[in-house]
C-alpha cells in the first residue's frame, strides 16, 4: 500500500519537485496550494501518470480554518496520512530592518510561522501514536536567512525561518516517543518563482557570489533531501536541520 503523503505549497517550485520525486518513489501524494491551481493540476496529472494517487486541496495555510479543512480534506479521501512537508512560504522585496512595516510582518509571520505551526500540529496530531496514528514523518521548510539573519534584507524571513528551527526540535523531542521524526531542510538560493514573486527577480543572481558551489540550488536538490528525511533511509535522524545551500552559510 502507498504511504500517503501531504505537501504544502505542492503548485510550484520546490514543493512541485517535492511531489513530483515521492510519486516516482510511490507516495500517493495530497497537493495543497493558495492560488496556483493550474500548477497544482499539473503536479497531480504528473503523479497519476507515475501510477500514484493525487487529489489538489486549496488552503491558504495563513487561515487556521483553511489549513484544518485541508487535512480533513486529506482524511476524507486518503484515509490516512504518513509523512508531511510543511513547505509554503513567502518572501518579500528585500528591505532594511528599519523601514519593515506592520502589514508586511504580519502577513510574513501569519504565512511563514503561524500557517507552518498550525499545519505541523494537525500533522502531529493524526501521526502521534499516543493520538490513535501510525507513527509518521514531518520535514518543515526552514532557509538559510535562518542562520544568516537575512543580512541587510530579508530579516523578517529569516525570523520566521529561524522559529521553524526551534519549532523542529521542539517536535522532534516531544514527537519522538509517538513514532514520529521531525526535521527540517535549510536551502540556500534555489531558482524558483519566489524571487520575482517577491518583485526581485535577480536576487539568485546578485546573491550568487556567497554560493561555494557557484551555481542556483534546483528545486529537484532540495526535494532529494526532503524525501530522504521523510523516507524510513533517515529512520535514526531527528530533530536536524539539513542543509540544501551549495555551501552558503558556512
Ligand atoms: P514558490 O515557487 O514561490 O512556491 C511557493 C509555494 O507556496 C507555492 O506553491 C504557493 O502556492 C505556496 N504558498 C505561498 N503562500 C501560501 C499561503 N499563504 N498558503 C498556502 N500556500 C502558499 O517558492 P519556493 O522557492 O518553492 O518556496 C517553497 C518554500 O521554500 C518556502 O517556504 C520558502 O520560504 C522556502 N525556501 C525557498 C528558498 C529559495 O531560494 N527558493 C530558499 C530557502 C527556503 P500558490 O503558488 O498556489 O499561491
Redesign the pocket.
Known sequence: MSKILLV?????????ATARLAANRGYDVAI??????A??EAVAADVRAAGQRAITVR????AASQVRAMFAEVDQQFGRLDAFFN?????FAGTRFMDIGEEQLDRIIA??LK?AYIAAQEAARRLARSRGGNGGTIVN?????AKLGGGLENND?GAT?AAIEAMTIGMAKELAGDGVRVNAV??????????A?AGDPGR?GRLMGSVPLGRA?R?ED?AEAVLWLLSDKSAYTTGTIVDVAGGRGI
Not at 513547505?87 to 518572501?91: I, K, M, Q, R
Request: aromatic share 4%.
Open positions: 504544502t505549497g505542492g503548485s510550484g517550485g520546490i514543493g512541485a495543497g496550494y493558495a492560488g496556483n491551481a500548477g497544482a488552503a491558504d495555510v495563513a513547505n509554503a512560504g513567502v518572501l504565512v511563514n500557517g521548510m526552514s532557509s538559510m536567512l524571513y525561518k535549510r536551502p540556500g538560493l534555489i531558482d524558483t518563482e519566489i524571487h514573486r539568485v540550488g528545486p532540495v
